[in-house]
Each structure stands twice: as C-alpha cells, then as structure tokens.
C-alpha cells in the first residue's frame, strides 16, 4: 500500500490553516451578532426556540470562545466537538426547510463544517497549537 507522507513543515501548517479557515465563520458570525443583538434574538424567537436571550449568550459564547480557541489550539478536541454539535443543531433549527434552494445549501454547509470539525476532533489540532498534538 502506497502512503504519501506530508512534510513536517506542512505537518504544522496545515491543520494551523485549516483551524483558522474553520475558526473564521464562527468569529464573523459572532461579531455580526455583537452589532445586532435585537435583530439575531429575535431570529432565534422566529424559529420557535424558548429563551431567545439565553440562545443569544450561547451563540456568542459557542462562535467567539469557541473561534478563538480553535484558532490557537486550545482544548481542541473538545472545542471542535462543541462547535460540531452547535453547527448540527443551527443546521436542525434554523436551515430545516430543504425545500428553499438556500436552506438546503446552508443545511449541507453546515453539515460540512461539522465535518471538518470532526476531522479536528479525531487527529487533534497539530504542533502549532497549546495542544500539540
């Protein structure tokens, strides 16, 4: 069986780049929720969700601490499982009417942002990270 071997250098690079390319979606959607608090609580009410505001302080939580800890590699694993699941549960709340051409696509985006989280959570965050693993 033929197995390609990375270079140490891209070893510690890429999943670096790859935790920031990830990382980047959960941080400008939390910021853009830091400008328009009203407007993100009463999205989240629109989907029928109980405690709105409470919603709104897990969302900021989840996508800046949780952006900002993927990035740096901190506590990766759990941090990537974290995301993953809060992706998988925005994709079930809020991108569940398949039958709009555009929920169907943010659906299946965010299925495969939890994906490549959960790439993170089976090989870990890489050597340029706290973890280094």
Known sequence: MNTTRVSPAANGVLPLFARIAIAAIFLLSG???????????????????????????????????????????????????????FTVAAAIFFHNSLGDQNEFIHFFKNLAIAGGLLQVVAFGAGRLSFDKN
Do not use: F, Q
């Not at 609580?41 to 989840?62: Q, T």
């Open 31 to 85: 910021v853009s929720k830091l400008t328009a608090p009203a407007g993100t609580i009463g999205y989240i009410a629109s989907a029928g969700l109980p405690l709105p505001e409470v919603g709104y302080a897990i969302a900021l939580l989840v996508e800046i601490v949780g952006g900002l800890l993927l990035v740096v590699g901190y506590r990766t694993r759990i941090v990537a499982a974290a995301l993953a699941l």
